[in-house]
């Protein structure tokens, strides 16, 4: 599956964003989706994660509460609203897609992945 993420820019503290990923595959609805982030000099962290039917999500303690992950199947998309933005926010965003039955917060569970889209968040 290709994944293609977009919605990324520059946002000043407070704000919003919604970041897209959309999914190539013709079995979106059997793939686990999830964000991450990479601030730099630091490594990949989960995000957020939304299982098959979007009934299931996970989220890191950082962002509960501030961002939601979100998906729909017949648009073969996964979003993820980010509300009330922090400096500490800033990274690049990847989604990723897994054949794996739970939403996932390990990275190695993630076979695919898109290309990422930069969120910065001014102070």
């Known amino acids: 599956v290709q994944l293609q993420a977009s919605g990324g820019g520059l946002v000043p503290t407070g704000d919003s964003l919604r970041l897209s990923c959309a999914a190539s595959?013709?079995?979106?609805?059997?793939?686990?989706m999830a964000w991450f982030r990479q601030a730099p000099g630091k490594e990949r962290d989960f995000v957020a994660a939304?299982?098959?039917?979007?009934?299931?999500?996970n989220y890191a303690g950082s962002v509960k509460g501030r961002f939601t992950i979100s998906r729909d199947n017949v648009k073969n998309t996964v979003y993820l609203q980010m509300n009330s933005l922090k400096p500490e926010d800033t990274a690049v965003y990847y989604c990723?897609?897994?054949?794996?039955?739970?939403?996932?917060?390990?990275?190695?569970?993630?076979?695919?992945w898109g290309q990422g889209t930069l969120v910065t968040v001014s102070s």
């Open positions: 990723a897609a897994s054949t794996s039955e739970l939403a996932d917060l390990r990275a190695p569970m993630y076979g695919y």
């Open positions: 595959a013709r079995t979106f609805s059997r793939y686990v």
């Open positions: 939304i299982s098959w039917s979007g009934a299931s999500t």
